[in-house]
């Protein structure tokens, strides 16, 4: 489902502005997200160790350098489980859902370039406000929860950050926004690990950074 926040007309060459789509569908195979889950879990400290200090930074989240948030430059989710027929299953339906939002939105589908990373949060941890980049080739970002979650996603006007748009975490639920938009999410409160995908995709032909750890995507 599309959804569109306009601003009005302005009414002089001063007055604010903004034009922002949010692309929301859901992937429904629940066992197929339980599965990505578990896998998930099981294989975050291995991840973490393989690539830990090499990323630098949590991408603003507040989840820290110790997390797998943080080794997001340094791993494609994609990739690391690419013998898991469940994650190709699931990939090729995030390309089609990013058909659909183009068709709708009237516009070009482009070659992209992808990287996807997992976030794990436990009881207690927020993800704070960030965006995922508001660079001259920035396009789009996503993210894809895996269990109904009691927390949800919040995403801010970049006029007016106090303008947001709510959306609640829910198994397979996916939203597609501009990559410049800041975003957070409330603090986890639930016992078991709050487990979301998240991802960039960039139109090859512009991108301008290290492709090492993309994959193809609508290619």
């Excluded at 160790?49 to 110790?66: I, M, R």
């Excluded at 709708?104 to 406000?129: G, H, S």
Aim: net charge negative.
């Amino acid at each position: 489902m599309l959804q569109i926040h306009k601003s009005m007309h302005p009414m002089n060459e001063f007055a604010p502005t903004w034009n922002i789509p949010l692309w929301f569908d859901k992937y429904e195979n629940t066992a197929d997200l339980n599965t990505m889950r578990e896998w998930i879990i099981s294989n975050e400290q291995n991840i973490i160790a393989t690539h830990k200090g090499k990323s630098g930074d949590d991408g603003g989240t507040g989840l820290g350098k110790e997390s797998l948030t943080a080794q997001y430059k340094s791993f494609n989710l994609f990739k690391e489980a690419k013998d898991v027929s469940v994650f190709n299953t699931l990939f090729n339906w995030l390309q089609q859902s990013y058909i659909n939002f183009m068709d709708e939105y009237k516009t070009q589908p482009r070659k992209c370039i992808m990287f996807c990373w997992a976030n794990v949060l436990r009881k207690d941890q927020p993800i704070d406000i960030h965006c995922h980049g508001a660079k001259h080739f920035s396009y789009l970002s996503g993210n894809l929860h895996l269990e109904d979650y009691s927390t949800q996603t919040v995403y801010h006007n970049p006029v007016n950050p106090r303008m947001v748009y709510e959306t609640k975490n829910v198994a397979g639920g996916l939203t597609l926004f501009p990559s410049y938009i800041f975003h957070q999410a409330d603090t986890h409160k639930g016992e078991k690990e709050r487990v979301s995908m998240a991802f960039d995709l960039f139109d090859t032909g512009f991108y301008e950074g290290d492709r090492t750890n993309g994959i193809e995507f609508n290619a």
